[in-house]
């Protein structure tokens, strides 16, 4: 029977009181700023005047070895008052001898040059003449102050690390974790200066498979947050699996390691590395990674920047560190020994049998284990209840559930008629001009590789259209003779609209791989900007001969998966959407269907090339729109506008670049009708245009790239995001501004837009204003409502769980949750059911406590092989709105969470529509970010289904729950946005 859930709890902690205090003691070290000009001079020395300087002091690869070889010691990210941390109870981790050695290795590893020894020399001796001196110092880790205006919690920037550390170390103190199948031990992790939070991992842990044996951990994460309007800080806890990669290439003899990508590796030495120094109870931390050796000319694995040794050259240590060929060579004999080594594993290293992710009942088990470590200070945050505005939080206009298998026909020609409608309204905007009395034309393309996907094609728009009718009868002769300029034309006629059909076959080599050099030989950026550019050169001339409109038109294109390619850099699907762009198309790819191994895309085919039309058919502006049916309660002809920012720096992982500012509007036309238009914000114009339109328009921002981002200094980096920000504010002044004539709601997604638009961070936010500029915050217009919404990225949003009433298993309910005291609130909570092949119960996929299976009461299992899915906790700030005028920031947060329930979508989305179509332009302007394989060095949190782990689809089908899960936190990309205060 369903659990009828009336609250949520959340693994979150706060202090009792903005009174609250405990104050932590520590000995802490001073960045002397006497070292900062010599150390800023040797650093400069020499370097070209083109060249930007450096301005803060590079102590990276210092901390790099703190962290290994130190990892009890807690850097703070400069500029701080001290610079390095450890609690007064822990014994001197780096003895001043050992501490002086290392500063002049460091010293030596910044400019090795031997013209510069004399010059080092004299900085060495500067330094050695002011050693700094530890001394003891208190902390405070609980109090913090408020914004002046918003009056939300500030926490100082010591409070990020060592406040975490310290509730961290108390659950330490808790002993291990006990459970059906043993115990957990738990060891910190040490942090560095950009990370956040604490870090615990337990012992590594054996899951047998058939003859080989998978290893996994539990981690813990905890970091400190922010929520808007409330004093009080948060802790977030988060639970999660991290597993170790052990399966070794037959080809290589060691484990795979992704180009481009650093991996992490967690130490624990048998005797301290450093002579002198005390073994740490905390494992330590290093990095490899697969690299061009340019002097060899071949592939090499190593330490990253040479290790943390190497830049202790001359220092005998007292145990040896261990060499990265011998690690990745036998993980499993260095993980099996009291994780002596273990390399943490990336879905880019190949399949794993244990799964991603804790269930819902098994987090709240920890959080109640862990809640135990809680001093009197600090409290378990309250439980989050449902909304009372509505019984039911789904739109008005949502598809029945439990529809009767005689009900079924015509309830898919009820939805394939609205489908019919919506698309003669859109076809109607994009072509106003037609004559009157003539049916408005949908006219899509289809580019097809296999017969088999182009039948199962024709057969999904028919079923997606309800089109009845002959559409022409053709041989395979002809479709195989088609070109663009005398395609194979399918046709049908209804009520409401015309279809036509254009069937070409991909020639012309565009479904090929890019032409870049050999296998074996280094592809450089330039290299691959060149394929681009040609393959898109080709395929703009290829499909231009067959489009003759200025329409915008809609091409589904069958296409290899990645993975078929020699290479992902081989990949010709971004060039091909830029190309068919230029000629006026807008794509939709779906692969080819084949068996591969464990990958069947042949099984799926039907519904695949369904879900690839609906997708495709929605950059048309083809949509059903959310009905909130709420009434007076909301303004009367309200809209939605949505901001998203385009932004992606050129680095070792990523070879775009680019800062593109991006607005959408959706009006709903006439209520019960599900007709919504759906516009983009148009600079350049400085006016609304059809959804399809901004598409197009924005390939021709594709290759932007960041001035001074690609050389990696600090300078031009600076100069860049200021220049943005600057732009990024003419940029908002201008659509604000045209939003005026009529009520709207204005929905941007924290963690996406607040380095640009800094007025979103919780430390400048302040209710019922906006600033768009350097002018000061101002009142909203009468017009405007604003909203901003965060998900868990970057553990921003706690994880979470229904409280079940019949004191079972806990579930995961979806609703709108708001406080217990609603009164005066501002932040509320959305949460939405998990997508149908992941609804495993919150009993199984229990990755610790064996469960009973089979007719004999003996036989058990650990489900270590069932995927633990979760639905991310999404946030929703009503920061602006007229109360005095009526509105009600609980009633325009539930309008938002309905906004997540498209009915045209089988599942709910990520984010609310508006936003979510603003997030898909940027598949026109970088390669699909859902195609990068994460890296999981740090990630606690359950990744997205990856082709392994669902159905294969066509691409950004969220039919399949793309985007809908708690996703992970790449240790490069910690720092990808500023945290929110």
């Known amino acids: ?76 990210p400069r500029p701080s008052e001290h610079w390095l941390y450890v609690p007064a109870e822990v014994v001197d981790p780096l003895p001043a001898p050992v501490f002086r050695a290392l500063l002049d290795r460091w010293l030596g590893d910044l400019r090795p040059e031997p013209e510069h020894r004399a010059f080092l020399k004299g900085v060495r001796a500067e330094l050695s003449a002011s050693p700094p001196i530890w001394e003891p110092v208190e902390a405070e880790l609980l109090q913090c102050p408020t914004t002046l205006i918003g009056g939300t919690a500030a926490p100082l920037a010591h409070q990020f690390p060592l406040s975490t550390d310290w509730l961290a170390r108390r659950v330490l103190a808790l002993g291990p974790y006990e459970h059906a199948a043993g115990r957990l031990h738990f060891r910190a992790v040490p942090r560095g200066p950009r990370d956040k939070g604490a870090e615990l991992v337990s012992q590594p842990l054996p899951s047998q498979s058939g003859a080989r ?21 948060r802790f977030h806890l988060h639970f999660g699996i991290r597993r170790w990669a052990t399966r070794v290439s037959s080809a290589t003899g060691m484990v795979h390691l992704p180009y481009r990508r650093r991996t992490t590796v967690l130490l624990r030495p048998r005797t301290p590395y450093l002579p002198g120094a005390p073994l740490s109870e905390r494992y330590a931390l290093a990095k490899v990674e697969r690299r061009w050796n340019k002097e060899r000319g071949e592939w090499t694995t190593g330490w990253v920047n040479g290790g943390p040794t190497g830049i202790l050259r001359g220092i005998s240590l007292a145990e040896p560190f261990p060499g990265a060929d011998d690690i990745l060579s036998q993980p499993e004999k260095w993980l099996d020994q009291g994780l002596r080594a273990g390399i943490v594993y990336s879905t880019a290293m190949g399949g794993h049998q244990v799964k991603a992710g804790l269930m819902s009942h098994q987090r709240s088990e920890l959080t109640e284990w862990a809640e135990q470590a809680l001093p009197p200070e600090v409290r378990a945050t309250s439980t989050l209840v449902r909304t009372r505005r509505v019984r039911s939080a789904k739109p008005l206009n949502a598809p029945p559930t439990g529809v009767k298998k005689e009900d079924k026909p015509a309830e898919d020609a009820r939805r394939a008629e609205e489908r019919r409608v919506g698309a003669a309204f859109a076809m109607s905007s994009l072509t106003p001009k037609a004559d009157p009395g003539t049916l408005p034309t949908l006219e899509a393309r289809l580019l097809w590789q296999t017969c088999e996907l182009r039948e199962a094609a024709v057969t999904g728009l028919v079923e997606r259209l309800g089109l009845k009718g002959e559409s022409g009868v053709f041989s395979e002769a002809q479709y195989e003779a088609a070109r663009p300029a005398d395609p194979v034309t399918l046709e049908w006629q209804s009520a409401e609209l015309t279809v036509r059909l254009h069937c070409v076959k991909l020639t012309a080599g565009l479904g090929e791989g890019l032409a870049l050099p050999p296998k074996g030989r280094p592809r450089t950026s330039s290299a691959i900007g060149a394929a681009v550019r040609d393959r898109r050169t080709s395929a703009r001339s290829w499909l231009a001969d067959d489009i003759t409109g200025t329409a915008p038109t809609l091409a589904l294109v069958e296409l290899d998966r990645r993975a078929d390619f020699e290479t992902g850099d081989h990949d010709p699907k971004f060039a091909l959407r830029l190309g068919f762009a230029d000629a006026g198309a807008l794509t939709q790819f779906v692969t080819v269907p084949k068996k591969a191994g464990r990958y069947d895309s042949v099984k799926t085919l039907d519904h695949r090339v369904s879900m690839a039309w609906d997708d495709g058919l929605r950059q048309l502006g083809i949509r059903v729109h959310p009905e909130h049916g709420l009434g007076e309660n909301l303004p009367v002809g309200l809209r939605y506008a949505a901001v998203w920012l385009v932004r992606k720096n050129r680095t070792a992982r990523n070879r775009w670049a680019a800062y593109v500012p991006i607005a959408v509007l959706v009006t709903p036309q006439g209520s019960g009708s599900g007709i919504a238009t759906v516009q983009g914000w148009d600079p350049e114009a400085n006016a609304w245009i059809p959804y399809p339109a901004l598409l197009l328009k924005l390939t021709r921002l594709a290759e932007v790239t960041v001035p001074g981002a690609e050389n990696g200094e600090p300078g031009g980096y600076y100069r860049a995001m200021d220049k943005q920000r600057r732009d990024t504010e003419e940029w908002l002044q201008k659509m604000l501004r045209s939003l005026r004539g009529a009520p709207t709601l204005l929905l941007a997604h924290g963690q996406n837009a607040r380095s640009h638009w800094t007025w979103l961070q919780d430390g400048q936010v302040e209710a019922d204003r906006i600033r768009d500029g350097h002018a000061p915050a101002r009142r909203l217009h009468p017009n405007l409502r604003l909203v901003r919404v965060r998900t868990v990225q970057g553990r921003e949003t706690p994880q979470w769980w229904g409280v079940n009433p019949k004191d079972e298993a806990n579930g995961l309910p979806s609703h709108l949750w ?23 119960s919150a009993i199984e996929a229990d ?31 009503v920061l602006g709105c007229h109360q005095d005028d009526g509105d009600d920031p609980e009633t325009l947060a539930l309008a938002v969470h309905q906004l997540r329930q498209p009915p045209d979508y089988p599942q709910a989305l990520a984010l609310p529509l508006p936003l979510h179509l603003a997030e898909l332009g940027q598949e026109y302007v970088l390669p699909t970010l859902a195609e990068e394989v994460e890296d999981e060095a740090s990630a606690v949190e359950d990744p997205q289904p990856t082709d392994a782990d669902m159905i294969p689809a066509s691409d950004g089908a969220p039919a399949l729950g793309a985007g809908l899960f708690t996703e992970p936190d790449p240790e490069e990309d910690r720092q990808a946005s500023p945290p929110d205060v």
Not at 213 to 233: C, G, K
Not at 820 to 830: E, L, M, P, T
Request: charged share 20%; net charge positive.
């Open 1 to 76: 029977m369903p659990v009828n859930y009336d609250s949520i709890r959340t693994s979150s902690w706060q202090p009792v009181s903005p009174d609250a205090t405990m104050v932590g003691r520590y000995r802490a070290l001073r960045f002397p700023e006497n070292w900062r000009d010599a150390i800023l001079a040797l650093c400069n020395l020499g370097r070209p005047e083109e060249t930007e300087p450096y301005r803060t002091v590079p102590t990276y690869r210092f901390e790099q070895v703190i962290q290994a070889f130190a990892p009890d010691l807690l850097a703070l």
């Open 213 to 233: 044996t998978w290893w996994y951990s539990v981690v813990l994460n905890i970091t400190l947050h922010t929520v808007p309007f409330d004093p009080l800080p």
């Open 818 to 840: 708001v406080p217990q005291c609603a009164g005066a609130s501002r932040v509320f909570y959305s949460t939405t059911p998990k997508p149908a092949q992941f609804r495993t």
């Open 847 to 877: 990755k610790l406590a064996p469960r009973r299976v089979g007719e004999h009461k003996g036989h058990t299992r650990i489900d270590t092989n069932i995927p633990g899915w979760n639905p991310g906790l999404v946030e929703i700030a």
